[in-house]
């Protein structure tokens, strides 16, 4: 952050600015910079423009020093170069560019929606003007990207800098405001190369400065721009969209040895420094068979800016870096911060993050530690753990194991349960597992369904009704007559291999059919018939809750009239020990122990 220039508002320039409009000082600095006149009516403007406290005002003013910066920089006036009293001016213009740019980070997180909207896209057009005028002076006739300033609007979008007009707060511990994220994302993060790559390029090093207890919404805010990027290239072909127009030309080819890859070790870095060498610990194997594939063929760490941009291959390096870095940082802050972030995150990994980085297998370790936090947690992070042995070849074998410790006797209880049945069904899918693993799985379900809500039910038995249609070893459970009077199915044993339940039945969905709901009990009655249904769809049955139970029940035609007694009786729910004593107090409800599930 550079050290304003500017004095502070509490001390009064013996000047006439308060007199003086924004309108007479922008033309008055318009014909300075044609005619190469005083630019000292640019600190008078800036001054005006941090003294506004009426948002009005601090429009006008802000949208004046753009279009005059605008002039400054298309005349060449910040390029290198000429005597000392040139460079002198120079300078002076850069420290104002730096206060008006402080300015506009600030007003980011402004209350006002149209300051902020107004400031992130002067933000955005400076970059293009700055990122223009660099190309031209430079001496490679390289296309150039201004990271300099770019770097000041991710420190803006992440760090959430105070407004001027917020009553001098200085502390950054606020998130990224709804609509400047949203704007962010939809008009230049997902459509732009380049801002993309360098978005994520300097979100790893904000990670690394800044420490998340001082600035508490670090995370939340790197994490709600990266979840809303709705797509990532898949194929060189799509790299094809620039923020800055002059990156739209193609770069050089590399220039390679013709022989092997270890020639390639001494190359031009990105910008002239080592900053980027970690790109070659995530450099993909290729071979000839795919080597078109990835656009630019040589190594990531070994391209220029320019190239890395056309690489496919430092496109997913730079993503899979971020992530690398991000993923570790959430378990170095509170307790239900950490669940909260961890859960969204693991939204997204399975389809947003696992298919882009170079090597997947890299976050195995951060997604079985999530394993272990259990409830909606643990479930999503098996979900992505699934997807890592399923596309990946991850070899997981204590993977069923874990799942099954997920069914305990409130599973069926909690809010997610819904979730956790396609995620289970989706696990289970497969024709190949064994049949002890799962005859486990089922038996566990039909226990617990014991002391579930009749919602939960009706998701087990079709649930149950698939497997078994799937797997036809396990019908043996819904026809054998136990001779003994014990169930050999071994409720404590965490291994599913060895629970014995192949040698159980399912008695317990079988007692269903003469429970107290008529959805629960005819749903259960599908064991007794034939198997002639290819199956369930579980997309029926998961959004039943007791409410929509008893919209049923109201809705439902009454054919008969119900059997009624006459005469009501007194005690309709007798009380224990009623014949014994008067006393109400000591009497126990028979209703009410009813539902004490011990």
């Known amino acids: ?29 318009t014909s300075a910079v044609t005619e190469n006149g005083s630019l000292n009516p640019l600190a008078d403007l800036l001054i005006l423009a941090y003294g506004s406290l009426d ?14 910066f605008v002039l400054i920089i298309s005349r060449g006036m910040l390029v290198h170069g000429g005597d000392d009293a040139v460079k002198l001016v120079r300078k002076w213009i850069w420290e104002k560019l730096d206060s008006y740019v402080e300015l506009l980070i600030g007003l980011l997180q402004d209350e006002e929606p149209a300051l902020r909207k107004s400031s992130l896209e002067i933000l955005f057009s400076l ?38 007009r917020s009553n001098g707060s200085s502390k950054h511990n606020s998130k990224t405001m709804l609509d400047v994220r949203e704007t962010f994302v939809e008009v230049w993060f997902s459509v732009y190369d380049d801002i993309r790559w360098c978005f994520l390029r300097e979100a790893t090093t904000v990670l690394s400065k800044f420490s998340s207890t001082e600035y508490p919404h ?40 013709k022989g092997d890859a270890e020639e390639d070790d001494i190359a031009e870095s990105v910008d002239d420094n080592d900053e980027d060498d970690w790109r070659k610990f995530f450099d993909e194997e290729s071979n000839t068979k795919d080597a078109k594939k990835h656009g630019v063929k040589a190594r990531a760490y070994t391209l220029t800016f320019h190239q890395s941009l056309y690489s496919l291959q430092a496109h997913r390096a730079v993503f899979t870096r971020t992530w690398l870095n991000f993923l570790p940082y959430l378990s170095s802050i509170s307790i239900s911060s950490n669940r ?29 530690a999530c394993v272990d936090l259990g409830d909606t947690v643990g479930l999503l992070a098996l979900n992505a753990l699934f997807t890592l ?5 991850l070899d997981y074998p204590s993977f069923f194991t874990r799942l099954y410790a997920f069914l305990h006797r409130d599973v069926l209880h909690l809010k997610h349960r819904a979730r956790f049945f396609r995620l289970t069904e989706l696990f289970l899918s497969s024709t190949h597992l064994p049949a002890t693993l799962l005859a486990s799985f089922v038996k566990r379900l039909s226990r617990l369904s014991l002391n579930a809500p009749p919602a939960a039910i009706i998701m087990v038995i079709p649930f149950t009704y698939n497997i078994l249609k799937r797997h036809p070893a396990l019908m043996v459970m819904i026809h054998k007559n ?11 044993e965490p291994n599913p291999n060895s629970t014995n339940a192949l040698d159980s039945s399912l008695w317990e969905l079988h007692s269903h059919i003469h429970h107290y709901d008529s ?9 007794s018939e034939a198997f002639t249904k290819p199956g369930y769809s579980m997309e029926d049955f998961l959004d039943h809750t007791y409410g929509t139970l008893i919209e049923t029940e109201v809705r439902r035609k009454i054919k008969k009239d119900p059997a009624l007694a006459m005469e009501l009786s007194k005690d309709i729910f007798p009380m224990a020990d009623a014949a014994n004593t008067d006393d109400s107090s000591t009497a126990k409800d028979a209703v009410g122990e009813l539902w004490v599930f011990g």
């Open 55 to 68: 948002a009005r005002a601090m429009s006008k003013a802000v949208y004046s020093i753009y279009r005059i």
């Open 519 to 527: 959805a629960v009990s005819t749903m259960a009655r599908i064991f």
């Open 482 to 492: 136990s001779d003994t009077e014990t169930d050999p199915f071994i409720t404590d």
């Open 1 to 29: 952050m550079p050290v304003r220039s500017l004095p502070p508002p509490t001390k009064k320039r013996k000047t006439a600015v308060e007199f003086t409009s924004v309108k007479s000082l922008e033309a008055q600095l």
């Open 218 to 257: 670090l995370l939340d805010n790197l994490l709600s721009i990266m979840e809303k990027l709705p797509t990532f290239p898949t194929d060189p072909s799509e790299l094809n969209s620039w923020w800055v127009e002059e990156l739209g030309v193609k770069p050089t080819k590399h220039k390679s040895a």
């Open 340 to 368: 909260l972030l961890t859960k969204r995150a693991l939204n997204i990994m399975h389809r947003g993050v696992l298919p882009h980085l170079t090597r997947p297998v890299l976050v195995m370790d951060w997604i079985s």
């Open 389 to 393: 042995m399923r596309d990946y070849n």
């Open 127 to 164: 970059l293009k003007h700055l990122s223009t005028s660099l190309t031209k002076s430079s001496a490679t006739a390289q296309p150039q990207f201004h990271l300099a300033h770019f770097k000041r609007i991710v420190h803006g979008l992440l760090l959430c800098p105070p407004s001027l």
